[in-house]
């Protein structure tokens, strides 16, 4: 018998075959429902603080990325205490940060990161 209760998660991919140091690295997302403001413009390879958006902080989610040979991907719990099972309007835009938490990897300016809702009311 199915269990009643899901757990939404989401599932992150990057097309970088240049590199294998993604094999491992932990990496935090973080899902808005207002794009947040950062205190720095610095860009990719920047460490990046958000300066405003806490009201419009939906969920975090920890993902444990694995290299194979066109890419990396990772599946990814929310994190504790997140709350990610929300019912979103109709046409309503979600935004989404991604930075590292056990290291730091270098991509090249052609890599694509995708995320994927594994669940969505």
């Known amino acids: 018998m199915p269990s009643p209760f899901y757990e939404p998660a989401v599932r992150l991919s990057v097309n970088d075959t ?10 935090q997302v973080d899902e808005w429902s207002t794009a947040p403001t950062f205190a720095s413009s610095y860009g990719d390879r920047s460490t990046f603080t958000p300066s405003t958006g806490a009201a419009y902080h939906l969920a975090s989610f920890t993902c444990t990325m694995t290299q194979i040979g066109d890419g990396s991907f ?42 994927t809702a594994e669940l969505s009311n």
């Open 74 to 115: 990772a599946e990814c719990p929310p994190v504790v205490g997140t709350s990610p099972a929300i019912k979103l309007g109709s046409g309503t835009s979600v935004y989404w940060t991604l930075h590292t938490i056990t290291a730091s990897a270098t991509t090249s300016g052609g890599d694509v990161w995708t995320l």
């Open 18 to 27: 240049a590199t294998s140091s993604w094999n491992g690295v932990i990496v």
